[in-house]
């Protein structure tokens, strides 16, 4: 677990300067769903204190804050956090270097959260222990937002699979020329509505060519 968050926080380090690239691709119907997500938080988290979990550079956290009382985004990548205070819009806003997996750290509970592109990195024998964290600092009927990547095929670097390993990984370089293999695990409609109706209320679950999208109440 430690050598995941380790290699996953390098990748990022590595990568803060170029991330938000992915938000410009030059294809019409990926920048359509990417509109349609921005459409869906739009007024979602309306005089909200919400956590932004693994908010990297700050981009979807920029996104939300006009609308939150307070957002409070929380990243281990030091250089995607110094991303996101330089771009940083918005009063109510505060980063801060935390973990994903110890959310228990907190000593005060929020009424949303905003889990955007990181569920896919979570391996999938930690995804009990870091959904019940989050649902642990959430009040009741909190609205919890998620978005992540679909599978394309030639697009987020080459799909490895690894014997005995139930985790999917990418292998990606960056500019700088440097490869990382990155764990990255794909969900489909299906697989989203087996892992969160036992878990959640007023469950809605979208998914597009590129983008996968879940919206639900804390129970």
């Not at 505060?94 to 955007?116: C, I, M, Q, S, T």
Request: with cysteine; charged share 25%; glycine share 6%.
């Amino acid at each position: 677990m430690a050598e995941h968050i380790t290699e996953l926080t390098a990748y990022y380090n590595a990568r803060a300067s170029e991330y938000e690239e992915i938000y410009h691709r030059q294809d019409p119907e990926q920048q359509a769903e990417l509109a349609r997500i921005a459409k869906q938080l739009d007024k979602l988290f309306l005089r909200l204190d919400i956590i932004d979990v693994a908010c990297g550079t700050g981009y979807w956290t920029n996104m939300v804050a006009p609308d939150a009382s307070h957002v409070t985004g929380i990243d281990l990548s030091e250089e995607m956090l110094s991303v996101a205070r330089n771009g940083t819009r918005n009063h109510n806003v505060e980063y801060r270097l935390a973990d994903a997996y110890d959310l228990g750290r907190w000593p005060a509970k929020f009424d949303g959260a905003l889990v955007n592109f990181w569920l896919s990195h979570v391996p999938k024998s930690k995804l009990t222990d870091f959904l019940s964290g989050l649902h642990s600092k959430l009040s009741r009927n909190s609205i919890v937002f998620m978005a992540d990547n679909v599978y394309v095929p030639g697009l987020g670097g080459e799909l490895l699979e690894e014997e005995g390993r139930e985790d999917t990984f990418n292998l990606r370089t960056l500019r700088n020329g440097t490869t990382h293999k990155v764990i990255k695990n794909y969900y489909d409609r299906h697989s989203l509505k087996v892992l969160f109706e036992p878990r959640s209320k007023d469950l809605d679950v979208w998914e597009g060519r590129f983008y996968w999208t879940i919206k639900y109440a804390v129970p």
